[in-house]
């Protein structure tokens, strides 16, 4: 079992940045590929970013390419999305996801979610 908080939210204007953070729970996190999606009303949750259990590899989506950066830290049991540049399509909830299984960016096979952090940026 793993639980996962994120924080790291807010209200922002456009062109300025954000730091998403997601604390897991469990001893075996360093072991999992994690990832990031989020969810605009009304639109289905969509990837963003997804990182390797070691770091080594890491995947965007093309629209945050540039913009946004997926890390984590091992030792603290934290992964965190730093988010620059934002636009007003940024603006949605922020998830951090565990995938255990193996690597990929669809949503079904990621295992365990956080219950997100609401990003706004403001035109």
């Known amino acids: 079992q793993v639980q996962l908080v994120e924080s790291g939210g807010g209200l922002v204007q456009a062109g300025g940045s954000l730091r998403l953070s997601c604390a897991a729970s469990?001893?075996?996190?360093?072991?999992?590929?994690m990832g990031w999606f989020r969810q605009a009303p009304g639109k289905e949750r969509e990837f963003v970013a997804a990182?390797?259990?070691?770091?080594?590899?890491?995947e965007y989506r093309d629209s945050v390419k540039g913009r946004f950066s997926i890390s984590r830290d091992n030792a603290k049991n934290t992964v965190s999305l730093q988010m620059n540049s934002l636009k007003p399509e940024d603006t949605a909830v922020y998830y951090c996801?565990?995938?255990?299984?193996?690597?990929?960016?669809?949503?079904?096979?990621?295992?365990?979610w956080g219950q997100g952090t609401q990003v706004t940026v403001s035109s």
């Open positions: 469990g001893r075996t996190f360093s072991r999992y590929n």
């Open positions: 996801a565990v995938i255990t299984s193996r690597w990929g960016t669809d949503k079904p096979l990621y295992d365990y």
């Open positions: 990182i390797s259990w070691s770091g080594g590899s890491t």
